[in-house]
């Protein structure tokens, strides 16, 4: 397998299960020092050893609470104090849920936006002027509900919709700066967050699970679901110099299910 990311420093959050473990692993396999953040140390440490029993170099882990300022300042400070650099800065964390509208708490939304939108605007701000000094990258993992609305995911849909503005409006300063951001909006994918969303779904439809994946895949004319090896992958091109003259794109990993031109 290539080392094109050989000497380069990578930050996955989200890092230690699904989507945002896979892309850790693909980086790792590539050669680059993976530094995952996430809430659980346990969790992250699992991760880390599966790494490296690949052959890859062993991630560096930061357990912290990316909901508050102090945890994106304490995954920053860990890479400042042991690396002094980042190249690449993927946000993958978040954990919006789904469910009937008129039964979720005001937590359900601010729990959102604090994980998966707020973690990000505060680690591209801590982390921009090294990505700067890099002419690196930032790779942000958001959605298909950014595009396609869902009554059963009225909070998912706000905050990915938000997420994806913000990217895009970031990537005008990435211009300026020589940093290319991108975004990458995974369909329904094969991991324990979908997991729970379907049980999510199906206490605010009265139905089953099972019923909700299979109206799902029926619906949206899926014969599979997608893996988190699938968004890896193109995490790992969206922050390669081939990639150099993408920026400010959103690209879906769902198997087609976007229903829109865009």
């Known amino acids: 397998m290539s080392r094109e990311f050989e000497g380069k420093v990578v930050v996955v959050t989200g890092g230690s299960r699904g989507i945002g473990r896979a892309i ?9 020092q993976v530094v ?20 890859a170099k062993r991630p560096i882990t930061v357990a912290a609470d990316l909901r508050e300022q102090q945890g994106c300042e304490a995954v920053y400070n860990k890479v400042q104090a042991e690396l002094g650099r980042c190249d690449v800065l993927v946000n993958s964390a978040g954990a919006t849920k789904a469910g009937a509208f008129l039964e979720q708490p005001d937590d359900d939304w601010h729990d959102g ?17 090294m990505l700067k000094r890099s002419q690196g990258f930032v790779v942000n993992i958001i959605g298909g ?27 005008g300063i990435g211009m300026r700066d020589g940093v290319n951001v991108n975004a990458i909006l995974p369909g329904l994918t094969e991991t324990e967050r979908v997991e729970q969303l379907f049980q999510q779904r199906a206490v605010a439809l009265k139905t089953t699970p099972d019923e ?35 920026q400010g794109t959103s690209i879906a990993v769902d198997g087609g299910a976007t229903s829109g031109v865009y």
């Open 24 to 32: 850790g692993a693909a980086f790792a396999d590539r050669g680059a």
């Open 36 to 55: 995952l953040a996430a809430s659980s140390a346990a969790n992250l440490d699992k991760a880390a050893e599966a790494i490296a029993e690949r052959g």
């Open 113 to 129: 936006f604090a994980l998966k939108f707020f973690a990000a605007v505060r680690l591209s701000r801590l982390f921009w002027p």
């Open 145 to 171: 509900a950014a595009r396609i609305p869902d009554p059963e995911f009225l909070v998912g849909g706000a905050v990915n919709a938000a997420f994806a503005n913000f990217s895009k409006g970031l990537s």
């Open 212 to 246: 909700v994946r299979a109206r799902a895949m029926a619906k949206n004319g899926l014969r599979r679901l997608g893996t988190p090896e699938d968004v890896a992958e193109l995490a790992v091109f969206l922050a390669s110099e081939r990639a150099r003259h993408i």
